[in-house]
């Protein structure tokens, strides 16, 4: 599984098309695609023409929220949040072989994440990020600390961790050090994208 995801950004359909590309262009291979408050006409659209291109580009294409968009188009999979879709009936409606990735705030989170099972934990916010309009609990590494010093505790196998929310390439050596697994950037990337080959060269083990 890839180490680095981008999740889309902007507020139009031609600005998150932009973004997409100028992301794959710099070497993502890894895409969630994630556009919230959009009409529904212009996100289909949207998952519909960023499967393709990521095809193209041989990348990974997640859908945020939206299983059945997610299924219709045949995307890599979809990432959910705690009060979207239960990942077992996104196992059903999707099948066994695609990505079914869950977003986690607390140790208690973790574990139900871990039970379900979803083959990665977004786990956040980091710090303060502007991209998210209900934004929980910030985290802070500490935050990430604890949680995998817990699930050691608990003699539990550390399952993929992604760190999310206002993530930048700094904080990668760090998060690697605590047992993070990868990160999920979209303000970065989206306003530098030539940053994307760092962040894969800081993520090798």
């Not at 705030?105 to 786990?123: A, F, H, K, S």
Request: charged share 25%; with cysteine.
């Amino acid at each position: 599984m890839e180490k680095l995801q981008y999740i889309s950004q902007g507020f139009t359909k031609a600005e998150q098309e932009l973004n997409i590309k100028k992301a794959l262009d710099n070497g993502i291979k890894w895409v969630q695609i994630r556009w919230k408050n959009a009409p529904e006409n212009e996100f289909i659209k949207l998952c519909e023409n960023s499967k393709l291109l990521c095809s193209d580009y041989q990348s990974v294409c997640i859908i945020n929220d939206h299983v059945q968009i997610a299924k219709n188009i045949d995307a890599d999979g979809v990432h959910l949040g705690l009060k979207d879709t239960s990942i077992n009936i996104a196992r059903d409606i999707l099948g066994e072989n695609k990505i079914i990735g869950g977003t986690a705030n607390t140790i208690d989170d973790v574990l139900q994440r871990m039970n379900e099972p979803c083959n990665y934990i977004g786990l956040g916010p980091l710090r303060f990020t502007s991209t998210k309009e209900k934004l929980s609990p910030i985290l802070g590494f500490e935050g990430y600390k604890k949680i995998i010093q817990n699930l050691k505790e608990r003699s539990l196998e550390i399952p993929k961790i992604f760190a999310i929310g206002g993530v930048v390439l700094e904080d990668v050596e760090l998060l690697k050090q605590i047992g993070i697994y990868g990160v999920a950037v979209s303000g970065q990337i989206t306003n530098q994208p030539s940053v994307v080959n760092q962040y894969k060269i800081t993520l090798q083990p």
